[in-house]
């Protein structure tokens, strides 16, 4: 009962994950600034390069959470404009690859979130021209000057999309870790009588992580 108390309390919730975000961030920013002091780069280029990532991966993992899948923390830092972010919750499958896995959903969430600024002025035109007030028609030339924005700065870009997908990686490791690790201390250090564990010894099978990198997966972590 010790053991299992033990991970209740630790287990990744919001304040975990975001003390984990920016203490990931803080050691991964002397490790960019390396690697690229390593390459020859400039020192001006490799500190704003390391400042782009590090900037993206705290943003990443506080405001655009793989948790933005559920009713939680998250979205009440969006205040009024939690709303942008009710179609993400309906449609994303809870815990599923699409809210937590390591690349393509946190790039997801960041297209998602310029279509819905697109969307909301495009829905804002709408409504005020069937309202009779005269307003510019401006959501193309927006949608167009941000693609065109990430054409012309591209190494800005890569660091962006680089720092997003690392903070959500933190987030998703840690969910992980916690659903494996759970099983694994309990493997560890609370093994029944006449259980299979006490029978045949401690099962260190690793759990499994293709929901990470899997959309088809059924997997999914376990959150309390």
């Known amino acids: 009962m010790r053991y299992e108390s033990f991970i ?38 490799a500190v704003v390069i390391t400042t782009l990532i590090l900037t993206a991966h705290v943003v990443s993992g506080v405001l655009f959470s793989p948790d933005l899948d559920l009713d939680s923390r998250i979205h009440k830092r969006w205040g009024m404009f939690f709303y942008i972010w009710l179609p993400y919750k ?55 000057a941000i693609i065109t924005w990430i054409g012309q700065n591209e190494m800005v870009s890569v660091c962006i999309a680089i720092g997003f997908i690392s903070g959500s990686a933190v987030h998703s490791i840690a969910d992980w870790l916690h659903s494996g690790g759970k099983k694994l201390i309990r493997t560890l250090f ?35």
């Open 8 to 45: 209740i309390v630790c287990m990744p919730n919001t304040p975990v994950h975001d003390f984990l975000t920016i203490a990931s961030g803080i050691v991964l920013a002397p490790g960019i600034y390396g690697v690229l002091y390593e390459a020859n780069v400039a020192n001006q280029t």
């Open 90 to 144: 309906w449609i994303i499958p809870h815990r599923h690859f699409w809210s937590h896995g390591l690349v393509l959903p946190p790039l997801l969430r960041l297209g998602y979130f310029f279509g819905m600024i697109i969307l909301t002025i495009f829905l804002i035109e709408r409504i005020a021209a069937s309202a009779g007030i005269d307003l510019p028609i401006v959501h193309n030339s927006v949608a167009w």
């Open 190 to 224: 609370v093994p029944r009588r006449g259980s299979q564990v006490a029978r045949k010894g401690i099962d260190f099978a690793r759990p499994s992580i293709r929901w990470l990198f899997d959309p088809f997966s059924t997997e999914h972590p376990s959150h309390y």
